[in-house]
Every structure is written in C-alpha cells, then in structure tokens.
C-alpha cells in the first residue's frame, strides 16, 4: 500500500483549536500514516518579544505544538512534531522543505502540504511557486474573511485544473489539490494573542474555547502575550 504522509507546517504561536481540527480533518479524509507538524524557524525580519506581531520563541511554539500533537487521537496515523525548521540557521523556501520531504519519503509516497485558505490565495507569491505542485499535493482549508474568489487568476487556473476528491490524493504522490470547503473555524493566532494580552488570566482560569487546555496553561505558566504593565 502506498505510504501517505501529510506535512502542516505553520508559526503556531499558539498552536489553537483551528490547527488541531485542521490537522485532524485532513489526517482521517486522506488515511495518513504520517503526519508530520513542523512549526517554522524564527522569522529573521520579526525580533522576538512580547509585541503582537514578534513571534514567540521557538522554544515555546515546539512545546505548544507537542502539547497540540497529545490531543490528536488518530489511530491511523503516527503524529511527529518535526524540528528541521526550528533548527535551521535561516529560514527556508516552503518549495524546498517540501523537496527534502519528499527525498525522506520517497518517490512513491502520496505526500500533502496542509494549509488554510488564506495560504492558497496568496501562493503566488511564495518562492517558485508551480514548483510546489512537483513535490506535493495541497489540502486546502476553508478559512472565514479568506475567499478563493480572490485568489489571482493564476491561482484560480490550478485551482480548476488540480481540484481533485480525497481518494485521488492517495492514487497518485503529488501535485492535486483537494479543497475542505466546509470548514469553517474562525480562529487565529494573531486573535488570540490579542485576546490574551487583555486578559489578566491567572493560572487556574479556564481554558477559552479557543485552546486546548494544556496549551492554556503552558501559556499561563510562561506569561506569553500578557502585558507586562
Ligand atoms: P496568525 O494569525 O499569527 O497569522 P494563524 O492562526 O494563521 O496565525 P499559523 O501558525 O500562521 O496560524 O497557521 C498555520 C496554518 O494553519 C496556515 O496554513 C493557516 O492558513 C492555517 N490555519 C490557521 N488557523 C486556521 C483556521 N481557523 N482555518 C483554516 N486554516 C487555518
């Protein structure tokens, strides 16, 4: 049987309830056997700190990530929290993590990059773009305020072309892109950071909707985007 290994790569900071119903919707429509997490580097041109646009360290954005990974129940599907990006000295090219993904798994492996509407209708501007479609297959979540009528006329031309049923993605090893137009979760990290540094939350407050508790209270425990005044 072909191995089916999905790749959801993001900032997480925090890792919340819209990256785990994500990450769980499409690791049981695709009948992973792999699913591999893989929270970004440290962006070169965002200082770390407390402000709402600087991202937190690396650190915490792994930890929460394990925590989000112990809430997956998936019994199909072996759930890694991956370091590469983390431990890499620079940044890299989405087209080229998706390059080495693709030699670890090899060529016969049905391989998807996960990610949220808003990504998709913004791929034109990712570094080589079409090269992305070589290596990989999109599995595209719908995200509310993030339309794919605004995606570019390139864009909506792949879009066309490459719209393809869940089973097809395990048929063949790239270059489809299966779309989960119902999902709808209005959820962000940049909401939540906001949310939080008003909130004067002490350490056995509830967790919010939002959040899986564990990540709550590691976010309590290490003061994370609360103001400090
Ligand atoms: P920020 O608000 O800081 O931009 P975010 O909530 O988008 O953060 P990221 O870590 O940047 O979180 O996102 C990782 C991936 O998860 C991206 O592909 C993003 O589109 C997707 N994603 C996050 N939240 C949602 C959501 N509510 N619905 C659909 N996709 C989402």
Wanted: with cysteine; aromatic share 8%; glycine share 6%.
């Amino acid at each position: 049987m072909t191995l089916r290994v999905g790749i959801f790569g993001g900032t997480f900071d925090p890792f919340h309830h819209g990256h785990l119903t994500l990450a769980a919707d499409f690791a049981k429509r695709l009948h992973l056997n792999q699913l591999i997490l893989l929270p970004a580097g440290q962006p070169w041109q965002k200082a770390h700190g407390a402000g709402l646009n600087q991202v937190s360290a690396a650190s915490h954005r792994l930890a929460m990530t394990r925590l989000g990974a112990a809430q997956l129940k998936l019994p199909e599907t072996e759930v890694i929290v991956a370091t590469d990006e983390i431990e890499r000295a620079s940044p890299s090219y989405t087209v080229d993590t998706l390059a080495a993904w693709r030699k670890k798994v090899g060529a016969h492996a049905s391989l998807s990059f996960l990610m949220g509407a808003d990504q998709l209708i913004r791929l034109d501007s990712w570094h080589q773009w079409p090269r992305l479609f070589d290596y990989a297959h999109l599995c595209v979540a719908a995200r509310p305020g993030f339309s794919l009528a605004a995606a570019a006329p390139v864009i909506a031309a792949e879009i066309a072309q490459r719209t393809a049923p869940a089973p097809a993605l395990s048929q063949h090893t790239h270059g489809l892109i299966l779309l989960d137009t119902e999902f709808a979760l209005e959820i962000s990290a940049t909401q939540i950071r906001a949310q939080l540094r008003e909130s004067r939350a002490t350490l056995n407050a509830a967790a919010p909707p939002f959040l899986p508790a564990p990540i709550w209270h590691y976010i309590l425990q290490h003061h994370l985007y609360q103001s400090t005044s």
